[in-house]
């Protein structure tokens, strides 16, 4: 018998297709691997089991009976369970009351059994957990395992999860295998969503890949190799691997020494004495989970926050006093990661955006828009990195991420920076845009420019960068040129252990 | 002599209070479910108007009250309707809501002006109000300030210990996440509206029932308003509401307290003062703004719709 | 049976930001003539008297522009305000605070003859609204006091002080014990454009506001900034414009220009200082941004359907015997259907025949 069945489950919405006849099968204990990449459906076919979002068309059997997932809390009652890629938590509440609302009133009538019953199960599939702890106080990792033991309280039979091991460093993903194979064997069906391969592998019993909102194969992944997967997903015309050169560097242009920092805001990160480099010609690559100082040091460096005058160096001169705009003077790019709400205004024009970081150049004059310049500006950046959109006027929400991201980095490339600093260059991007946005980070060193790229995404921060370090709880770890720096070793740095074993030279 | 009028102006204090104190706790509720509703001013006025005609026409205070009430939750509709289910900013639909109450409370109340009705009376409570001094100042008021300690009782329990306090605060922090885990997002923002409306309602039937019996236009004179920098002043807290609300009581029967020293001061000048008092108030919260932070419902004044 | 949803647009539209205030102004009727039935009024006769008839002889178009003038000087103030989402709702303690000032000084120079007076006397009353104004500026950026309620505060104590003025030290000792003003002398008086109409040369100092808002907006990178700031405060910060510097700047246009027009009031139409300078022009102003669609030119046209509701009130006042509180319940529900309709700007409704499986709205999760 098989645990949940999908028929031909097709899910429209305004201008696109997020599922068309999409069928899918788990088998009870089964791990059973979903993939696919950015925009392929797999969340959208995850939330239509959940009840989050209703299909248009389309069956869905439960233990060999039809049913009709009313909402979430149905779901819960069939027994299903969800982990989301971006938690459904509440962070001023207690580990305890997040898992309160979620249960049935009489499961959570008592907060002190409920709280026995978080530490026995936590203990159980060793994820241990404080019931008392206020979860914005928690790790990533930590409240992904709230997530989980949410689920586990209530006897799942079916347990979803969507990208978990992204925010992970490789150890804890171990961790969380462990948990998964645990649940398997205890009859558990698990579905994994997932882009990463390998991962795939090394845990999955089954899987079903989609490609633009369509099936586009299932195989058992453990008989399959990396490559055959990858061209399920992307199909045969897009090539899959980026080889680039290591390049050394030249004279150093952003110096940061002994940077601390305190922010006013209860829920940032503290810096502790953060030093590093980056030369022209050269891309400095910081891994590390979320929240762990990143956010607060892009800022100290983009200007957007302010420090100690000399504690951050451009070419020499101390500019930890000065503001953005000045900074940008002095030839810095920057691409934030938040690309609507900061990076681009939503609800303005493409020509509008062009102007926000590149009023200082031709495109003003004594406090005055050139309106052809500014209109040309972005006609430029649209040719040059091919950014699919409706024209100049087309509000920047309109666009897909994507393009949005290749026209954002298009406008911080074109006005020439000296520096470029890249938060998750390429995060839910398609691999398209993905490659050509690399591909332009790549031409950019060489060209002699500094790039730093902050990224979650080991893989491309072993592909791109030159010399790589860790970011773990506003400090940073060693840094080393990229092939000297083995997975492991980088793992370890984003967990915080800052020992360097000088001679683990496995190269990736 | 003195101690007489310690006495006085402490049960004033506690009248005064009353009305911002329902406000407050309406508004505080609406907002620890994420919606931000500015208008108060519009909700209080309706309930002063509708609560003055129903209590004329009927000729019982206590219909007046209801209708005061209904009033309230009529207006809360309006509002709910329009930033909930329509998704509106709720800053302006907020100032809508108190453009169009005063307008249409004015309107409807213009045949009722300068008519007196007797109001409700006060309800000293046998034996406590005979206890001297504390006798007179908690227990000789009327009903509806002890509903107020009433009504702070419930929600402090609620939002300290009971599962909907718990959905009410995990819908205004992540509407999204309350949403994921099946908790029902527009209906909790209905409810918490609603309530608030009542309240407002309430509160104005107290300015016009009890605490001046009669009807004027415009007649809550920016209580609306400050009870919402109440609520930012007492950092979403039940407790800290009732304290507040007293002190702003406390700031606007001034006039009693300087006619009892013996001070002349023009009326106009000492009007000013609870609205200078809430300024002042404004700038002491913002300065502790990590604290605000950590306080603040995170997704206050954010419309939320589900995506099905 | 069919089932009506929201669905998002993937982006805002134009059409419907235009065609939005039309359709509030047409429901505002509708329900207008609803609310004169169920009062027992002719509805077309009574719609007729509010909107029509006070527009049928010349004096009722220039007593049109008499509140024009007004409305669109303190719109253009708060537009700056709302386009960097500033929510400024003191434009009627502003204006206030402008008439006080300035007719202060028109009262000192009681004696004083010369046509320097006049421009005096304006520049005190924008001076004073502009120093009014920065004191919320001053609560925002420097103590980060919400803007929205330390205006409302303002507003009230700028009325208080109004009362406290004219009951006490600028009462017009001869006036009777009239909570007046003396009478200003003519050397502070707005020259009228015709002997025959109250109308005066205050209608072009707001049509000059509609003209350097309108460049400033659209040609100037200031403006630009200020649109930025208002949109996403976040991107604002990333673009390294200054917050603090557009805040004040907003706010102390908003109150220069809120200012001049309530010196323009005491010194024109009204010609001295009493309890009624303002009939809520500050808070009308606020619709007539809304309606205006932020833009300068619907900005003039919104005030000129806000000053109608001003005369159709009088109108309905004096021919139908009904409260000229009339004009308030017009205004609000105005701006409730206002805001209303906007929801088409990014929504669209949808039918869709009810499957068996329901289907409904969404937006952007497609990439999901």
């Excluded at chain 1, 890949?209 to 045969?236: F, N, Q, W, Y």
Aim: charged share 15%.
């Amino acid at each position: 018998m098989n645990q949940i069945e999908l028929y031909n489950i097709t899910k429209r919405y305004p201008g696109c297709i997020a599922n068309q006849a999409v069928e899918l099968k788990v088998g009870t204990g089964e791990i059973h691997a979903l993939l696919g990449e950015n925009g392929a459906g797999k969340s959208t076919l995850m939330k239509i089991i959940y009840g989050v979002v209703k299909p248009d068309e389309g069956v869905v059997r439960w233990e060999d009976e039809i049913i009709s997932v009313k909402g979430p809390s149905h779901a819960r009652d069939l027994g299903i369970g969800m982990v989301f890629q971006h938690f459904s938590l509440f962070e001023t509440l207690t580990v305890a009351e997040n898992i309160a609302l979620s249960l049935p009133k009489a499961e959570s009538a008592s907060m002190d059994i409920l709280k026995q019953r978080i530490i026995e199960v936590s203990e159980h599939y060793g994820m241990k957990l404080d019931p008392n702890r206020h979860v914005h106080s928690l790790s990533i990792g930590e409240q992904q395992r709230v997530e989980i033991v949410r689920c586990l309280l209530q006897d799942v039979k079916l347990l979803i999860l969507d990208e978990p091991t992204s925010v992970l460093t490789p150890q804890e993903v171990e961790t969380l295998f462990k948990t998964l194979r645990i649940l398997s064997t205890e009859g558990c069906s698990i579905l994994f969503i997932s882009h990463k391969l390998d991962e795939v592998r090394a845990l999955c019993d089954q899987a079903t890949i989609l490609k633009a909102g369509k099936v586009s194969g299932h195989c058992i992944p453990k008989d399959t190799t990396t490559e055959e997967l990858a061209r399920l997903m992307v199909g045969d015309d897009t090539p899959l691997t980026e080889d680039y050169k290591k390049a050394e560097g030249d004279h150093t242009f952003l110096t940061i020494s002994d940077l601390s920092y305190e922010s006013d805001d209860p829920f940032a990160c503290t810096l502790k004495n953060i030093s590093l480099e980056v030369k022209a010609g050269e891309i400095l690559g910081i891994a590390g989970v979320a929240g762990n100082g990143q956010e607060e040091l892009l800022n100290l460096i983009s200007g957007e926050d302010t420090s100690n005058k000399k504690t951050v160096l451009f070419d020499g001169k101390a500019v930890g006093h000065l503001t953005p705009e000045k900074r940008r003077i002095l030839g810095l790019g920057f691409v934030p990661e938040e690309r609507l709400g900061r990076g681009a205004v939503p609800n303005m024009s493409l020509q509008e955006n062009g102007l926000l970081t590149g009023y200082q150049g031709e495109l003003t004059a004594n406090g005055l828009i050139k309106t052809n310049k500014v209109k040309d500006f972005a006609h430029r950046i649209i040719d040059r990195f091919n950014v699919k959109s409706s024209g100049i006027d087309a509000q920047a929400k309109s666009l897909s991420g994507g393009n949005l991201q290749k026209y954002i980095i298009g406008r911080e490339i074109l006005q020439n920076p000296k520096l470029l600093v890249c938060s998750h260059p390429t995060w839910g991007v398609d691999i398209g845009a993905a490659i050509l946005i690399r591909h332009e980070l790549i031409k950019l060193r060489d060209e002699g420019c500094s790039v730093l790229v902050v990224s979650e995404d080991i893989d491309e921060l072993y592909s791109i960068s030159d010399r790589i370090c860790a970011i773990c709880d506003g400090e940073i770890s060693p840094i080393a040129p990229t092939h000297d720096v083995s997975i492991n070793q980088l793992g370890m740095w984003m967990a915080g252990d800052f020992t360097f074993i000088q001679d683990s030279k496995e190269a990736e | 002599m003195d101690f007489e009028l310690l006495t006085n102006i402490l049960f004033a204090t506690l009248r005064t209070g009353t009305p911002l104190i329902l406000i407050a706790l309406g508004e505080m509720v609406c907002e620890k479910s994420g919606v931000l509703n500015l208008g108060q001013e519009g909700m209080v006025l309706m309930g002063a108007a509708l609560g003055f005609i129903a209590a004329v026409v009927t000729g019982h205070a206590g219909l007046g009250i209801i209708a005061a009430i209904l009033a309230g939750m009529m207006m809360s509709v309006l509002f709910a309707f329009l930033a909930v289910t329509l998704v509106s900013n709720q800053v302006a639909t907020g100032l809508a809501l108190t453009i169009f109450g005063t307008g249409l409370s004015g309107f409807l109340g213009a045949g009722y002006v300068g008519m007196a009705i007797e109001g409700i009376a006060p309800f000293p409570i046998p034996f406590l109000s005979d206890i001297p001094v504390i006798g007179k100042v908690l227990f000789s008021h009327d009903p509806l300030v002890y509903f107020s300690w009433l009504m702070f009782g419930l929600i402090f329990w609620c939002f300290r210990s009971t599962r909907l306090g718990l959905t009410i605060r995990a819908v205004g922090e992540n509407p999204e996440a309350a949403n994921a885990i099946g908790i029902p997002v527009m209906k909790v923002r209905y409810g918490a509206i609603l309530f608030g409306g009542a309240m407002a309602g309430l509160a104005g039937a107290y300015l016009s029932l009890v605490y001046t019996p009669m009807w004027s236009e415009g007649m809550a004179a920016g209580r609306g308003w400050i009870a919402l920098a109440l609520v930012v002043f007492a950092s979403w807290k039940a407790e800290r509401i009732l304290l507040g609300a007293y002190l702003f009581g406390a700031a606007s029967i001034m006039h009693l307290v300087l006619q009892g020293l013996g001070f002349e001061a023009s009326p106009n000048l000492l009007a000013m003062l609870p609205y200078g008092a809430t300024i002042i108030v404004l700038v002491v919260i913002a300065s502790d703004a990590a604290k605000a932070k950590l306080n603040t419902p995170l997704a206050l004044g954010q419309p939320y719709r589900p995506q099905v | 049976m069919l089932n009506f949803t929201l669905e998002k647009r993937p982006s805002d539209s134009k059409t419907m930001s235009y065609l939005s205030p039309i359709f509030a102004i047409v429901l505002t009727l509708v329900s207008g003539g609803l609310l004169f039935t169920l009062l027992g009024k002719d509805p077309f006769h009574a719609l007729y008297t509010f909107f029509i008839l006070p527009l049928t002889d010349i004096y009722g178009w220039t007593e049109l522009a008499v509140k024009v003038a007004p409305l669109t000087l303190c719109a253009m103030g708060l537009m700056l305000c709302f386009k960097a989402k500033i929510w400024n709702i003191g434009a009627e303690g502003q204006f206030i605070l402008g008439g006080l000032g300035g007719g202060y000084i028109a009262l000192e120079l009681m004696n004083a003859e010369g046509f320097w007076v006049l421009p005096l006397v304006l520049l005190f009353g924008a001076l004073s609204g502009l120093l009014w104004a920065a004191l919320t500026a001053l609560l925002k950026t420097r103590f980060g006091a919400n803007e929205i309620l330390t205006t409302i505060m303002l507003n009230y104590i700028a009325l208080n002080w109004l009362l406290y003025s004219v009951h006490g030290p600028l009462k017009d000792p001869d006036g009777f014990n009239f909570p007046e003003s003396a009478l200003f002398s003519e050397f502070a008086t707005l020259p009228v454009l015709s002997d025959d109409y109250r109308l005066n040369i205050s209608i072009f100092f707001a049509l000059f506001a509609v003209a350097a808002i309108w460049a400033l907006m659209s040609k100037t990178l200031l403006g630009f900034q200020i649109s930025v700031l208002g949109e996403d405060k976040a991107a604002a910060r990333f673009a390294g414009f200054k917050a603090e510097r557009l805040t004040w700047f907003a706010l102390l246009t908003c109150g220069a220009l809120a200012g001049l027009a309530g010196v323009s009031e005491v010194t024109g139409s009204i010609g001295q200082l009493n309890p009624y300078i303002s009939p809520g022009y500050g808070y009308a102003a606020i619709i007539v941004v809304f309606l205006g669609r932020m833009h300068p030119v619907g900005i003039l046209f919104a005030s000129m359907l806000l000053a109608l509701t001003y005369l159709g009130g009088e109108m309905a006042q004096m021919d139908l015997a009904l409260p000229k509180s009339l004009t308030g319940l017009f205004q609000g529900m105005l701006l409730f259907y206002l805001l209303a309709c906007d929801l088409l700007i990014s929504y669209r409704i949808v039918r869709k025949p009810s499957a068996r499986l329901t289907s409904s709205s969404s937006s952007n999760s497609a990439q999901a």
